[in-house]
């Protein structure tokens, strides 16, 4: 298990969330939902965060997995949907010091939450999973994560 430094996670959040800022204005997003696995089984409460590449407009996506590992991606507190395109996907599922589950308002910061997937999942620079959103509602993302990942290539 890995530990959370809580200066890199608040680093990566501004990152992202600046990611697009551009003064309001909004862009066309659409539906996109799906579902992540480990092991071949449906895992909950995983943070499934979409980072865009080159040439996309707007701050990515993000969501969190239900009971039966599937989620509904959003762009905005308010808004569901995605701007298609093409994003690196990253995966984090938090949990307390003892590997008990986050009790709500928790901050990982003050917590020092730890990410219970293997880091290669939730590294920007170590991350093999990839997406393509496209233009038209697409069928539904799968995501197959393994608590042993072998290297990728990037």
């Known amino acids: 298990m890995q530990k959370i430094n809580p200066l890199l996670c608040t680093a990566l959040i501004l990152a ?18 799906g579902i992540v696995l480990l092991d071949n089984k449906p895992i909950e409460g995983v943070s499934v ?6 040439g996309i407009k707007g701050r990515g996506g ?7 590992g599937t989620f509904t991606l959003q762009s905005e507190p308010e808004v569901e ?20 589950s986050v009790p709500p308002g928790t901050s990982a910061a003050d917590a020092n939450l730890i990410n219970q997937l293997p880091e290669i999942y939730s590294h920007p620079e170590k991350s093999p999973i990839y997406a393509t959103i496209p233009p ?4 539904g993302l799968s995501f197959e994560l393994s608590s042993r990942p072998k290297p990728g290539r990037r």
């Open 136 to 139: 038209t509602e697409p069928g």
């Open 16 to 33: 992202l969330a600046s990611i697009g800022c551009d003064g309001g204005t909004t862009y066309e997003v659409v539906a996109a939902t």
């Open 62 to 68: 993000y969501a969190t997995s239900a009971s039966d």
């Open 81 to 100: 949907g995605v701007v298609p395109g093409n994003y690196m996907v990253l995966f984090r599922k938090y949990a307390m010091p003892d590997g008990s």
């Open 49 to 54: 965060t979409l980072v865009p590449q080159r």
